[in-house]
């Protein structure tokens, strides 16, 4: 099983709302570590996403041909990323390394400095990479970010997302 099981709390147990699919991974008397899982607002997440678009839509499309490359250069600004390093013997070696490495990831940020070559890759906003909390700040860090690269408020980027 690689989905949750919703439950319910009914005040002394956790009866599943699905119980023939809590039957073929449980069995009775069995002993489970139970994590409280919460769940993004669909709205927040929606909003989040129209914010960006009406940024993206302000700046010139040389600088970020989509709102998914503004997102994702705006993670990788705020510290979302994963780090490779790989280091070359010599600099025209890491000039062809980064050559190579540039069209694997279109939205990286890939920096050469004499033979090291860092690839910045912005980290996944899904649901099952990120949970709320994380999501949330990682959020409210790009749309700063953002706002601040259009030059505008924060408050004026969330009104144009339908913030609330």
Same mark, same amino acid.
């Given at each position: 099983?690689? @989905?949750?099981?919703?439950?319910?709390?009914?005040?002394? %147990?956790? &009866?599943?709302?699905?119980?023939?699919?809590?039957?073929?991974?449980?069995?009775?008397?069995?002993?489970?570590?139970?994590?409280?899982?919460?769940?993004?607002? +669909?709205?927040?997440?929606?909003?989040?996403?129209?914010?960006l678009h009406e940024a993206w839509s302000s700046l010139r499309v040389d600088d970020f041909p989509s709102p998914e490359h503004l997102?994702?250069? *705006?993670?990788?600004?705020?510290? +979302?990323?994963?780090?490779? %390093?790989?280091?070359?013997?010599? *600099?025209?070696?890491?000039?062809?390394?980064? *050559?190579?490495?540039?069209?694997? @990831?279109?939205? *990286?940020?890939?920096v050469r400095d004499d033979t090291l070559v860092r690839v910045w890759t912005a980290r996944s906003q899904a649901y099952k990479a990120?949970?709320?909390?994380?999501?949330?700040?990682?959020?409210?860090? %790009?749309?700063?970010?953002?706002?601040?690269?259009?030059? &505008?408020?924060?408050?004026?980027?969330?009104?144009?997302?339908?913030?609330?």
């Amino acid at each position: 099983m690689t @989905d949750p099981l919703w439950w319910r709390y009914n005040g002394a %147990v956790m &009866v599943p709302m699905r119980p023939e699919l809590a039957e073929r991974v449980f069995r009775p008397d069995g002993h489970y570590l139970l994590e409280a899982h919460h769940e993004r607002s +669909y709205q927040r997440h929606r909003a989040y996403f129209a914010s960006l678009h009406e940024a993206w839509s302000s700046l010139r499309v040389d600088d970020f041909p989509s709102p998914e490359h503004l997102r994702k250069f *705006a993670l990788i600004k705020c510290g +979302y990323y994963d780090e490779r %390093v790989l280091v070359c013997d010599t *600099a025209s070696q890491a000039e062809r390394v980064a *050559a190579f490495v540039r069209p694997l @990831d279109e939205f *990286a940020i890939i920096v050469r400095d004499d033979t090291l070559v860092r690839v910045w890759t912005a980290r996944s906003q899904a649901y099952k990479a990120m949970g709320r909390d994380e999501f949330n700040r990682s959020m409210s860090e %790009v749309l700063d970010y953002v706002a601040g690269l259009v030059g &505008v408020s924060r408050e004026e980027l969330d009104r144009e997302g339908g913030f609330a």
